[in-house]
Nanobody, 124 residues
Framework: QVQLVESGGGLVQAGDSLRLSCAAS????????MGWFRQAPGKEREFVAA????????YYADSVKGRATISRDNAKNTVYLQMNSLEPEDTAVYYC?????????????????WGQGTQVTVSS
């Protein structure tokens, strides 16, 4: 079992950058593929980015490709999401998720554990 705690959200202006962090408990963090999802008010939770256990493979949603970078530090049990050139459309609660012994996935149902989320608000 793993517990996930996101941080780094906040209120920013369009064009700004943010780095979100997700700290995981447990000794087997490197066994998990990790993903970031987001949910805007009135919308379904959508995929943002994912990274495999070794950080050799990453995958991004088209909406953030070129503006987002997912990374991980297995020694610190932490996964990051760097978001640049933020747009008001990026406003959402951002969640990290863990997928045990799996390949990276863009599907919500592919993940076993979820954090509580961190709010990102981008003003125009």
């Amino acid at each position: 079992q793993v517990q996930l705690v996101e941080s780094g959200g906040g209120l920013v202006q369009a064009g700004d950058s943010l780095r979100l962090s997700c700290a995981a408990s447990g000794r087997t963090f490197s066994s998990y593929a990790m993903g970031w999802f987001r949910q805007a008010p009135g919308k379904e939770r959508e995929f943002v980015a994912a990274i495999n256990w070794s950080a050799e493979a990453t995958y991004y949603a088209d909406s953030v490709k070129g503006r987002a970078t997912i990374s991980r530090d297995n020694a610190k049990n932490t996964v990051y999401l760097q978001m640049n050139s933020l747009e008001p459309e990026d406003t959402a609660v951002y969640y990290c998720a863990a997928r045990f012994l799996g390949f990276i996935s863009a599907e919500r149902t592919g993940y076993d554990y979820w954090g509580q989320g961190t709010q990102v608000t981008v003003s125009s």
